[in-house]
């Protein structure tokens, strides 16, 4: 029996030894997951952060201040690069601000659902403070690289879009009109850092431009995921105007901008005739390329078509600008 119990006891030792040493081996294989865990969760938070601030926009916004800048000054300059990347934080934390606006409708539309706060990726009081921030960082730099005009224009397109234009667009699907005033604004913030006047030619139509860009723009993503803001409680065209006319009102709008493009070379913002007909070309293929919104129209295809070739006509005409800029400062030539 004596033997039994001993033989009993050096088992039992023997089963807490292999536990020992598969805890051992577990715990130092868990050892290994954490450091993996945390650069996972460092990643999801980068990605968080830059969903928050909206990068893809807020990156073309900080470039429209450096486009504005040196359409001023016609030079390159640290200033210039200052001077923008401060309206580009301004503009982060107002991405930041609209996301915590929004939290619930985005939590409502499939569309938005998976973004940071809806999704609880990141905390409502830590969105708070990271826009806080952006904002302070943001003046701070704008003023001392820039001056105190685009500090204002700067802080003036966070009220307008986030006080203005958010709560507006709960009540109208036309709130697109007054909010994309937003889109001239970091334009001229960059024009005044450089010390440009705000009453100049170049300016306005350039302004009027990027103002007129923003409504077919949205007007079109609105319709693209009409059934997913309706869902969130936001008014669509589709209460106002039958799919053709909506096709044809957004054409009108694309029309109108490529008008408007016609006047860079009359204000000097395009000098020389190969700019200039770099432009007609431009404008007649986004003319003949999205006038398939109104052949088919109600085809969400043809919109989300659209809605990619005049931001990329857009983008074509701004590195166009900024090409003829570069030109002339190199060479006597127009281009």
């Not at 105190?148 to 006080?163: H, K, P, Q």
């Not at 039958?242 to 490529?258: I, Q």
């Not at 398939?292 to 166009?320: E, P």
């Not at 600008?321 to 190199?330: G, Q, S, T, Y």
Request: proline share 4%; charged share 15%; net charge positive.
């Amino acid at each position: 029996m004596e033997n039994n119990k001993v033989n009993d006891n050096r088992m039992t030792g023997i089963r807490h030894d292999l536990s020992s040493a598969r805890v051992g081996r577990e715990g130092s294989a868990a050892l290994s997951f954490p450091a993996t865990g945390r650069l996972d969760h460092v990643r999801e938070i980068t990605n968080a952060v830059a969903e928050l601030v909206k990068i893809k926009i807020t990156f073309f916004v900080g470039m429209s201040a450096l486009f504005g800048f040196v359409l001023a000054s016609g030079a390159i300059s640290f200033k210039m690069v200052a001077s923008s990347f401060g309206i580009f934080l301004v503009a982060s934390g107002s991405a930041v601000l609209n996301h915590y606006q929004e939290r619930e409708s985005d939590a409502l539309m499939h569309r938005t659902q998976r973004r940071p706060l809806p999704s609880g990726t990141i905390a409502p009081g830590s969105a708070l403070f990271l826009l806080i921030g952006l904002v302070v960082l943001g003046s701070v730099v704008t003023f001392v690289w820039g001056n105190l005009e685009a500090l204002v224009l700067s802080l003036l397109a966070m009220v307008w879009y986030n006080a203005i234009y958010t709560p507006l667009k709960k009540k109208t699907a036309y709130a697109v009109i007054p909010g994309s005033f937003v889109g001239s604004l970091p334009v001229m913030a960059g024009w005044a850092a450089a010390g440009g006047s705000l009453a100049d030619p170049k300016l306005l139509v350039v302004s009027m431009y990027f103002f007129v860009w923003q409504i077919p723009h949205f007007w079109l993503l609105m319709d693209i995921y009409s059934s997913d803001y309706e869902r969130a409680g936001f008014p669509t065209m589709r209460r106002h105007l039958s799919e053709k006319k909506f096709a044809v009102g957004t054409y009108v709008w694309m029309l109108a901008l490529v008008a408007i493009s016609l006047f860079f070379p009359v204000t000097g913002v395009v000098e020389g005739m190969v700019g200039g007909a770099l432009l007609i070309g431009l404008g007649a293929w986004l003319s003949i390329a999205t006038w398939s919104i109104v052949k088919h129209y109600g085809d969400k295809r043809a919109y989300k078509s659209a809605f990619m070739k005049i931001n990329i006509y857009v983008l074509a005409v701004t590195v166009l600008v900024l090409v003829d800029i570069l030109f002339k400062m190199i060479s006597p030539w127009r281009l």
